[in-house]
């Protein structure tokens, strides 16, 4: 299998895979317990802490380790919601879990922006202006379905200077993108298995100039912030897999990987004219491609015909895929809705290559050639004249 579907899930790297097997083998007590064994567990557990937060330019004190962005989200926005009675603008093309906390916690509170509008800063400084009852933005710094990349730096510089919290989902960019900048964020969150840790572990940033955030109560665990029994093995992956991702992202390295995907992307609308890239001509992550394919065959028909190839696809954000739901992303585009459903996302990895883009680029023209002649053959009918 050649897979293509990193922005789901990423495999897990041999050194995150070691850092776990190690904590399991020789440190697999409860960090919260009051023997030798836990206080030992607990001081390798905080010197992780410390290491992720250097990576991640913050103080150990403002990370709080936990399951994934989805509980971090959930945590965001009900902590936004008893704050008061303030409005958040909320990113068109958030992911699900933020996207459904806004409206399961705050409702008619929130106000829905796009990220892709012309002169986007102007656009939220004027909202600001005129509703002084907005009291916080969340955008994501880069999107998960199209690659597209956000203005997330200068909107945290908006709310440093409005003073209000800005909460930035920056599961696409950490690992992939370098992290300039992260440093202004007072929130920003990441699900470790986008980097190659294991899934169900994740973080998130608070740095206490706005109250607390607070996910589970229950226990004492992460400053108070998040309750529960402390994994220390996950963590311990996680930093592992951190320091491996962040090693990658060198400018070298990206330019290579973009120049690859772009070539992609020009070969295939040459030989494939009808296809629609989304977001083309927009600044995007060098991994991702989201792409409507000609015909009249669904992107589910695409993902099961490549599988057969042997390559790994997704269509839209993997969280919301068994939904079957139209992307809200191409909504906010405004893609027609059947140029939406045949739209599948190919997303790589730091391990796949030159020759991984062109091999699929062929396996893409060969599959459409089969599904027209398909169709030819499905309107061609037969007459016998006795």
């Known amino acids: 299998m050649i897979y293509f579907d990193y922005n789901a899930t990423a495999p897990l790297v041999e050194e995150a895979k070691q850092a776990w097997n190690k904590a399991y083998e020789e440190s697999w007590v409860n960090p919260g317990s009051p023997h030798q064994a836990s206080v030992e567990v607990r001081a390798k557990f905080e010197r992780c802490r410390e290491r992720v937060a250097e990576l991640l330019m913050c103080a150990p004190e403002e990370l709080v380790f936990l399951s994934g962005a989805t509980e971090v989200c959930n945590a965001w926005m009900r902590s936004f919601a008893k704050s008061g009675e303030k409005k958040i603008l909320v990113s ?114 608070v740095s206490g100039r706005f109250g607390t955030t607070k996910s589970f ?3 004492s665990q992460e400053h108070s912030l998040r309750a529960g029994t402390q994994d220390y093995a996950n963590v311990a992956a996680l930093s592992a897999a951190l320091e491996v991702a962040i090693s990658r992202t060198t400018t070298e390295n990206i330019n290579t990987r973009l120049k690859w995907r772009d070539e992609f992307v020009e070969k295939l609308s040459q030989r494939l004219p009808q296809a629609v890239v989304h977001g083309r001509g927009k600044a995007c992550l060098w991994n991702t491609v989201f792409v409507a394919l000609p015909g009249r065959q669904k992107a589910i028909d695409w993902v099961d015909a490549l599988w057969k190839e042997g390559f790994a696809v997704g269509f839209g ?35 796949r290559s030159k020759f991984d883009w062109e091999a699929l680029l062929e396996v893409i023209l060969k599959i459409h050639q089969k599904f027209s002649e398909d169709q030819t053959d499905s309107l061609t009918e037969v007459v016998s004249i006795d």
């Open 217 to 219: 109560v229950g226990g």
């Open 317 to 351: 954000s993997a969280c919301s895929t068994a939904k079957n739901k139209t992307s809200r992303v191409l909504e906010d585009l405004g893609v027609d809705p059947e140029i939406a459903s045949r739209s599948i996302r190919i997303s790589a990895g730091w391990d």
């Open 92 to 205: 068109k093309q958030e992911h699900a879990a933020m996207h459904e906390s806004a409206q399961e916690y705050l409702g008619d509170r929130v106000v829905w922006f796009s990220p892709v509008a012309e002169n986007l800063i102007e656009v939220l400084s004027e909202k600001l202006h005129a509703d002084p009852e907005i009291g916080a933005i969340s955008m994501m710094a880069a999107n998960n379905e199209t690659g597209m990349v956000f203005p997330w730096q200068e909107v945290a510089i908006l709310c440093r200077e409005r003073g209000i919290p800005f909460y930035c989902d920056t599961c696409q960019w950490i690992g992939k993108q370098p992290l300039a900048g992260l440093e202004e964020l007072d929130f920003f969150c990441t699900s470790a298995h986008k980097f190659g840790a294991p899934k169900g572990v994740g973080l998130m940033k």
